[in-house]
């Protein structure tokens, strides 16, 4: 038996290369080392990661070997979840998949936040991940950009850290905010709160153009920042949203009415409506 300190290592056999991650306490490394790594685990194996990419990045997480195995190999989440659609997923090295434990906060699937990397995909798979393992997931303090629109499709709590900005900018009014698309049975007693949201009338820099100037581009505003169709007893609470046509528009569904919905903006600028009612 041979002891070395914690570190990643490269191993070298017969002419392959491969690398392997040492740590106690059943750590391995960051998530990105669990993706490429070549161990070889038990199911039901959990190991906790010190990040996403790297170590205190705030993408920690506790993964189980969920016994799956003979999959691609070396998957991120957001890789299995552009596949398959599941969420909160990854395949490590070796093929073998994990599944991750617990609430989680979004950069655990892999958000970048910093403005310009696209995390739709990434909140996307920890959306699901939370709504199918009935598990909260947290929004950071960081500049989130998504090219595409947020569905949730079932009961999900949602905290955040209200000094979080998310941005959307698509010219396709339905691919920009956040959808609840709720059933009878899936949209009851969530509480739900986001941080600023920011529509295609809002630059990259998170400011409107010409605002106070009074040359603002009005066409500019399109899509719905939040878009509740149905649900029951379901709380919404926003920090801030600007630069939508709506800020919300609450809609009955053929399976689902909107029932019992509280929804709360602390401030709302340049939505050319604030509640914009179902015809």
């Given amino acids: 038996v041979v002891y070395v300190p914690q570190g990643r290592y490269r191993l070298s056999v017969n002419g392959s290369d491969s690398y392997v991650?040492?740590?106690?306490?059943g750590l391995e490394g960051t998530t990105t080392d669990l993706i490429n790594g070549t161990a070889i685990y038990a199911a039901d194996t959990v190991l906790n990661t010190n990040g996403y990419t790297t170590s205190g990045d705030g993408g920690s997480g506790s993964w189980v070997q969920n016994g799956v195995t003979g999959q691609t190999a070396s998957q991120s989440p957001m890789q299995i979840f552009t596949a398959t659609g599941n969420g909160g997923l990854l395949n490590d090295g070796n093929g073998n998949q994990w599944l991750l434990n617990g609430d989680i906060d979004t950069r655990a699937c892999g958000v970048v936040g910093d403005n310009s990397t696209?995390?739709?995909?990434?909140?996307?798979?920890?959306?699901?991940?939370?709504?199918?393992?009935k598990a909260k997931v947290h929004i950071p303090q960081?500049?989130?950009y998504f090219a595409s629109k947020l569905t949730l499709s079932g009961r999900l709590?949602?905290?955040c850290d209200t000094r979080g900005l998310m941005r959307w900018d698509s010219t396709d009014p339905a691919n920009v905010g956040i959808e609840l698309a709720f059933t009878a049975s899936s949209g009851q007693l969530c509480t739900i709160n986001l941080p600023s949201l920011f529509g295609p009338a809002v630059n990259s820099s998170f400011a409107i153009t010409g605002y106070g100037s009074g040359l603002q581009d009005q066409t500019s505003r399109i899509g719905t920042a939040v878009n509740l169709k149905g649900g029951d007893r379901v709380n919404i609470t926003c920090?801030?949203?600007?630069?939508?046509?709506?800020a919300f528009l609450p809609e009955s569904t053929a399976t689902s009415t909107c029932d019992n919905i509280n929804f709360t903006v602390n401030t709302s600028d340049f939505c050319e409506n604030f509640v914009q009612a179902e015809s």
């Fill in 142 to 144: 960081l500049s989130m």
């Fill in 157 to 159: 709590d949602i905290t």
């Fill in 118 to 133: 696209d995390d739709a995909e990434a909140t996307q798979s920890a959306i699901n991940y939370g709504i199918l393992n």
């Fill in 239 to 246: 920090q801030a949203i600007n630069g939508f046509k709506n």
């Fill in 21 to 25: 991650v040492v740590s106690g306490d």
